[in-house]
């Protein structure tokens, strides 16, 4: 079960659906970095709260990607769930690297934006970096009026290629850190209310608060990934290997 905001049962979209928790399914059952989001505990129903604290019982194994959802299942059933990383960061599929697939090929220098949680003060922050920088923008997946260039009919490989090969990406969204930690690209992030307990989390683990857009100056201030790799490398494979093992133990 997973991964990210599968367990929000405040989710905008869906509400509360025991379905993710694995109701009226009796085979083993395994979570990867499952998500409650921004969602508080104290907010669920007592009856909500009797069923999905059955279901959780009912795991083999539980992983988590953030400490709000830590908590939660630590409350719910006592057991204290292994925080792992997204799975973006254990593999990447070969059609993601597939050149042939590329259409939207850049000959300037460019930076990525990705998301539309910004305020009109970062985004002339962003827009002034870029113009010092000699460096045009591009919005990937949302339009964003202030960006000339809005990319968004793209596919993985078109989007991924596009992270890949930027200057430098600046995010409001959780994917868009992951990219660009995973890319090593040069990075500034602001947060958004609704993904704030995922992407806090995975930035206080990685030593990373330094590139929130409030530290952003029109000076280029590279990120030395070395210090990062450092932590991350061991998080991955403590991830993979829950993963594998897990799944190992129920195999025929």
């Not at 590329?102 to 998301?115: D, L, P, S, T």
Request: aromatic share 14%.
């Amino acid at each position: 079960y997973g991964s990210d905001e599968i367990w929000n049962f405040q989710n905008a979209y869906q509400g509360y659906d025991p379905h993710f928790f694995g109701s009226k399914n009796s085979s083993p059952k395994i979570s990867y970095a499952a998500s409650i989001g921004r969602a508080k505990y104290h907010e669920l129903s007592d009856i909500q709260k009797n069923e999905i604290k059955k279901n959780l019982e009912k795991f083999e194994s539980i992983s988590v990607r953030d400490l709000n959802t830590a908590d939660l299942v630590r409350k719910m059933i006592n057991v204290n769930p292994k925080i792992v990383v997204d799975p973006t960061l254990l593999y990447t599929p070969k059609i993601l690297d597939d050149e042939s697939l590329v259409i939207y090929k850049e000959k300037k220098r460019y930076a990525i934006v990705y998301g539309t949680v910004f305020s009109d003060e970062e985004k002339k922050t962003i827009y002034d970096f870029c113009k010092k920088n000699d460096t045009i923008l591009i919005s990937v997946g949302y339009f964003n009026k202030w960006v000339k260039k809005n990319y968004l009919d793209l596919d993985p490989t078109n989007f991924i290629s596009l992270i890949k090969n930027s200057s430098f990406v600046f995010t409001s969204m959780f994917h868009g850190v992951m990219f660009s930690v995973k890319f090593k690209k040069q990075f500034y992030y602001t947060v958004d209310p609704i993904r704030e307990n995922k992407i806090n989390h995975f930035i206080n683990e990685l030593n990373l608060s330094s590139r929130k857009l409030n530290n952003l100056t029109n000076n280029i201030n590279t990120l030395d990934y070395g210090n990062v790799y450092k932590i991350l490398d061991n998080w991955i494979l403590e991830s993979k290997n829950f993963l594998l093992n897990n799944i190992n133990k129920h195999l025929d």
